[in-house]
């Protein structure tokens, strides 16, 4: 069995010299972790020559965002195409901090939607400001997974990553309860059925919201889920090497 990482680099590091030093201290310690796929989304002015340096087989790359139309007036974006062409093959779409500068519910749909069509593999982020005893989030999710995943075949299905991320949990050192992660991928999966069928069963699911070395075990043990998105940790190479040290533990 082998868990998916998704280390977001997010707007780090500052020059590509160092961006070349991350990517060796993540590729010698993804050669080690026999249980993890490790796929790295760096500053997009990076990826073309990192994916073009790196000789290895065990690390992906990933756009942390792209643009739903092909080409055309959209000054500072990035098509899937162009990624793809860089070297991308999987694309984080939805992710909480791109939806704060004001991605939509229907920018998700047309994403994943052009994503699929460039067969590049989408990772739709999904996830809740905050919660309440009253449990009104599971709407919000539900919401966010029918915009995402509304203009799928029931085969595309198979094709797509959900990275639930409890917003109030990123960028920091507390994750949710495994116990809580184990919930909302039922309901996630859930949600799923509703919409295809029993394709839906089968989806995988990661977890993202402060996953850490300390926590990452007991959530891939306890959570329901296939793997993680990390974020501050896997601009650390000391902290992203005991991280996936940890995942060996899960297995």
Not at 113 to 120: C, G, K, P, Q, V
Not at 143 to 156: I, V, Y
Request: hydrophobic share 45%; glycine share 10%; net charge positive.
């Amino acid at each position: 069995m082998k868990f998916i990482v998704v280390a977001n680099w997010k707007m780090n590091p500052s020059s590509f010299r160092e961006a070349k030093v991350l990517l060796e201290a993540t590729r010698k310690a993804a050669e080690s972790a026999r249980h993890a796929s490790v796929i790295v989304a760096p500053p997009a002015i990076f990826l073309r020559d990192l994916k073009k340096g790196y000789k290895g087989k065990k690390i992906s790359f990933a756009l942390q965002s792209a643009h739903f139309e092909a080409g055309g007036a959209y000054t500072g974006e990035i098509s899937l195409a162009q990624g793809k062409d860089a070297g991308a093959t999987y694309a984080i779409i939805g992710h909480a901090e791109r939806r704060a500068a004001g991605e939509s519910n229907e920018d998700t749909r047309k994403k994943v939607a052009a994503a699929l069509a460039e067969n590049i593999t989408p990772i739709l982020c999904v996830g809740e400001t905050k919660r309440s005893n009253s449990g009104e989030y599971f709407g919000f999710i539900k919401e966010q997974l029918h915009a995402g995943l509304a203009d799928l075949s029931g085969t595309a299905l198979g094709r797509i990553i959900i990275s639930y991320e409890p917003i109030w949990a990123i960028g920091g050192e507390k994750t949710m309860s495994p116990r809580d992660m184990h919930e909302m991928a039922i309901f996630i999966r859930k949600s799923a059925i509703e919409m295809h069928g029993d394709k839906g069963m089968g989806i995988k699911i990661i977890y993202g919201g402060a996953a850490t070395e300390s926590n990452a075990a007991q959530m891939l043990r306890e959570g329901d889920v296939n793997g993680l998105l990390v974020g501050h940790v896997s601009v650390n190479a000391e902290r992203f090497a005991s991280l996936l040290q940890a995942i060996e533990g899960a297995v």
